[in-house]
């Protein structure tokens, strides 16, 4: 029960502690965010194989454990397979949803935002393109080409 | 404001205010800034007729036209070791030039008309629109001299008039009319930034104050 718990545990810390890098409106250290950006680079493996011990492990035993000991084999183990499958989703892309979808258009007839509002302007070469800041907020980032080059508006 | 993007490619995460990968096979590299402009829709679409602006189909809702307004009451990151120059979510436009960087508070550029500054020893023009939400800065060096601007005092639009020739010069840097004109001022990139933001990433700036 020990060995199941510790890897409970271990599985919820390495799942959870990648949301650092998302905490909102707090100052987060250098440090930290490297420590963050660590765990979420292993975690997902790290949470599968923790998982599927935690899976053995209750095989081999629950037979042994009786009552309460056995609903606490498996609380434990729900939190083990909860935490690999968190790893599996990409939680950040699920609170900032990527923009798919944009089509572009003439700016005489684009009225998709007030003339008062602000848009980021880019020229490039020959070309010149309006990012409205309201959409770009929304989705901090597109990925576009602009006069053959390759860039990155973001706000 | 500030965040960190990802690339499917390496699996590297770059910072947004500086374009450096900080976490990744990348890490170290650094994305080259390319000039933009932060103006109305009017205003660009004046200047560019000819421009594309990009409509996004994500189908969900959009933040509305205030929404700068609305989020400028929610607290701001940065703790104890911010520095209080300013409030948090003043915004500020900000110039990085020879190693210096200040902040230009849109507030002081709405209220005192053009102002003549210099950032690392280059004098710079910083002047907002019309709107008071656009805003744009120019290198005030033409030549060999260092010109130094004033509003129009005869005109409710936008107009500036250099104090040596008189000329006018519009919004997009460009003389037109007066001894100078068919002149265009060089643009210095800046950015609009919450000063709680700014301030982080440039720990050394300096805020520019009005009749400073």
Same mark, same amino acid.
């Given at each position: 029960m020990f060995l199941l718990g510790t890897l409970a545990v271990l599985t919820a810390v390495l799942a959870l502690a990648p949301l650092y890098v998302v905490l909102p409106l707090t100052e987060q250290s250098a440090t930290l965010l490297d420590l963050s950006l660590s765990v979420r680079h292993v975690s997902p493996l790290a949470c599968l194989l923790l998982a599927a011990t935690a899976t053995a492990w209750f095989a081999i035993k629950w037979r042994k454990w009786t009552g309460r000991l056995r609903t606490a084999g498996v609380a434990l183990l729900l939190v083990a397979l909860s935490g690999a499958a968190l790893t599996r989703i990409n939680i950040v892309e699920r609170i900032f949803p990527p923009a798919d979808g944009a089509v572009l258009a003439e700016i005489a007839r684009f009225? $998709?935002?007030? $003339?008062?509002d602000i848009v980021i302007g880019v020229k490039m070469g020959v070309e010149t393109r309006a990012y409205p800041v309201r959409f770009l907020a929304h989705h901090h980032m597109w990925n576009d080409k602009l006069g053959g080059v390759p860039i990155l508006p973001n706000y | 404001m500030n965040f960190l993007m990802y690339d499917e490619e390496t699996g590297s995460w770059w910072q947004? &205010?500086? %374009?450096?990968? +900080?976490? *990744? !096979?990348? /890490?170290g590299r650094k994305l080259t800034r390319i000039p933009s402009d932060e103006v109305t829709l009017a205003t660009w679409r004046a200047e560019y007729p000819e421009s594309t602006a990009v409509r996004f189909m994500g189908g969900i809702r959009y933040p509305k036209s205030d929404w700068e307004k609305r989020i400028s009451t929610l607290p701001a990151a *940065? %703790?104890?070791?911010? #520095? /209080?120059? +300013?409030? !948090?979510r003043e915004l500020v436009a900000g110039i990085e030039f020879n190693g210096a960087s200040v902040g230009f508070p849109m507030e002081a550029l709405r209220a005192s008309g053009p102002v003549n500054h210099a950032v690392g020893g280059e004098p710079v023009l910083v002047v907002a629109g019309k709107d008071g939400n656009s805003v744009r800065s120019f290198f005030r060096r033409l030549g060999g001299n260092v010109l130094i601007f004033y509003k129009a005092p005869d005109t409710a639009d936008f107009a500036l008039v250099d104090e040596a020739t008189g000329s006018r010069w519009d919004f997009s840097g #460009?003389? &037109?009319? %007066?001894?100078?004109? %068919?002149q265009q001022l060089e643009r210095i990139q800046n950015t609009k930034d919450f000063w709680f933001d700014w301030q982080r990433y440039h720990p050394k700036t300096t805020v520019y104050r009005v009749g400073r």
């Open positions: 009225v $998709d935002v007030a $003339d008062t | 947004q &205010i500086s %374009g450096e990968c +900080l976490f *990744g !096979p990348l /890490k *940065g %703790g104890s070791k911010s #520095r /209080k120059d +300013l409030p !948090p #460009r003389a &037109i009319a %007066g001894p100078l004109a %068919g």
